[in-house]
T-cell receptor, first 114, second 111 residues
Framework: DAGVIQSPRHEVTEMGQEVTLRCKPISGHNSLFWYRQTMMRGLELLIYFNNNVPIDDSGMPEDRFSAKMPNASFSTLKIQPSEPRDSAVYFC????????????FGDGTRLSIL | QKEVEQDPGPLSVPEGAIVSLNCTYSNSAFQYFMWYRQYSRKGPELLMYTYSSGNKEDGRFTAQVDKSSKYISLFIRDSQPSDSATYLCAMSGNAGNMLTFGGGTRLMVKP
């Protein structure tokens, strides 16, 4: 079975540019999570969706960050405008929503803002 | 103080050694306890998860949870160079599925 698929794997762009990260969850999973990982702060939850509806976005650092899930098989995380401090690895994870289910992670997008 | 504390390491051991990785936490509402393994430039991979207190064994890996002490452990027997990775503990409560992660412990198993 295919796991969580993220694209692009690497992104290098200049400050001020718009960045869009993409995620395809595991088929049949109806919870989706966006995380950011840095050396200083570790893994932080940014936002999560249940059945395509945003449930908790308290981890989104600023209004420059936005996330959407237009359907069960696709989500985007957008940063506009990007800043150097946004440089990090961004992970997407998915799980089933019934009861408690473990999360399965993609391999992340390594983002560098120059 | 962070909700979940984990020694960052690095922890360096010879091949075949028994490895003990640990996390402490402060939130008594945590009920589910997980260990993820993360290789360089890869996403976290779920190793094991347990509910409430007790032990769980899977091959060379054993997870222990002591809720009274707010302390969880992962033991790796007969460690192999392929076990070299960063190990992340994670926890959640019964409500919802939000995880709180420790900072990760980097493990190096030398041949």
């Amino acid at each position: 079975d295919a796991g969580v698929i993220q694209s692009p794997r690497h992104e290098v762009t200049e400050m001020g540019q718009e960045v869009t990260l993409r995620c395809k969850p595991i088929s049949g999973h109806n919870s989706l999570f966006w995380y950011r990982q840095t050396m200083m702060r570790g893994l932080e939850l940014l936002i999560y969706f249940n059945n395509n509806v945003p449930i908790d976005d308290s981890g989104m650092p600023e209004d420059r960050f936005s996330a959407k899930m237009p359907n069960a098989s696709f989500s985007t995380l957008k940063i506009q405008p990007s800043e150097p401090r946004d440089s990090a690895v961004y992970f997407c994870a998915s799980s089933r929503v019934e009861g408690w289910q473990p999360q399965h992670f993609g391999d992340g997008t390594r983002l560098s803002i120059l | 103080q962070k909700e979940v504390e984990q020694d960052p390491g690095p922890l360096s051991v010879p091949e075949g050694a028994i490895v003990s990785l640990n996390c402490t936490y402060s939130n008594s509402a945590f009920q589910y306890f997980m260990w993820y393994r993360q290789y360089s430039r890869k996403g976290p991979e779920l190793l094991m998860y347990t509910y409430s207190s007790g032990n769980k064994e899977d091959g060379r890996f054993t997870a222990q949870v002591d809720k009274s002490s707010k302390y969880i452990s992962l033991f790796i027997r007969d460690s192999q160079p392929s076990d070299s990775a960063t190990y992340l503990c994670a926890m959640s409560g019964n409500a919802g599925n939000m995880l709180t992660f420790g900072g990760g412990t980097r493990l190096m198993v030398k041949p």
